[in-house]
């Protein structure tokens, strides 16, 4: 059975409280007695001038939800801490959060942290809680002959398959990173059938030798 604390996150968030200085009329209840408005919990259904209420600024729940947004696309869960309903004492003996000057901070399971509203941004994410690509990669190493190497390279890039070509020095001339996609994922002889018959079949192609991964992960956002 997987860890599920491995891909539990912690968020520290950091609410506004106020003070109301207006009254609100009793909820409606069921029998269809007191006034209109929004319902409330506890036992009193009013809330009296003078009362304490905790709002969380918009650009913390911008984060919030963009972080649990990508949780949850990710595998990952996320537990949620308001530190201004938290006792003084807890603050303080919270490690993780010594140090801390800008809320929300956000823990990774590894213990990576994200601090203030500006580092929530989609790729630092990402980075924090890596996942299984949803696409599967391969490695191909190419020897070629002499010739043309623009038209080597526009030929090689056409195929949707290869994300990226790579000139190199030494044994081997080229480094390609291919992609591929498809219900089920596609088999390791559907790459290497790929491989033999598209790349090999260029007339500059003299050798290939291709890696496919048997498990891969990514930081980047997909």
Do not use: N
């Amino acid at each position: 059975m997987a860890d599920t604390g491995a891909r539990r996150l912690q968020m520290y968030v950091e609410s506004r409280k106020v003070v109301t200085s207006f009254y609100r009329p009793a909820a409606p209840r069921a029998d269809g007695a007191g006034m209109g408005g929004a319902a409330m919990t506890g036992a009193d259904d009013r809330m009296e001038p003078g009362e304490s209420a905790f709002f969380l600024s918009d650009d913390q729940a911008h984060a919030l939800a963009l972080a649990e947004e990508i949780a949850a696309k990710r595998g990952y869960s996320i537990e949620v801490k308001d530190v201004a309903k938290a006792g003084r004492l807890e603050r303080i003996v919270t490690e993780q959060l010594r140090g801390v000057q800008t809320f929300p901070v956000l823990i990774g399971p590894r213990g990576g942290r994200l601090e203030g509203v500006e580092a929530f941004t989609e790729d630092r994410l990402c980075e924090l809680m890596p996942a299984e690509m949803p696409v599967l990669r391969a490695f191909t190493y190419l020897k070629i002959r002499g010739g043309d190497v623009d038209a080597f390279r526009e030929t090689v890039l056409a195929f949707p398959q290869v994300r990226e070509l790579h000139l190199l020095t030494g044994d081997w001339d080229a480094f390609l990173v291919l992609e591929f996609e498809g219900t089920g994922g596609p088999t390791k002889r559907t790459i290497l059938d790929f491989v033999t018959t598209k790349i090999r079949g260029l007339p500059e192609v003299v050798d290939t030798s291709t890696l496919v991964p048997e498990y891969s992960v990514t930081k980047f956002a997909f």
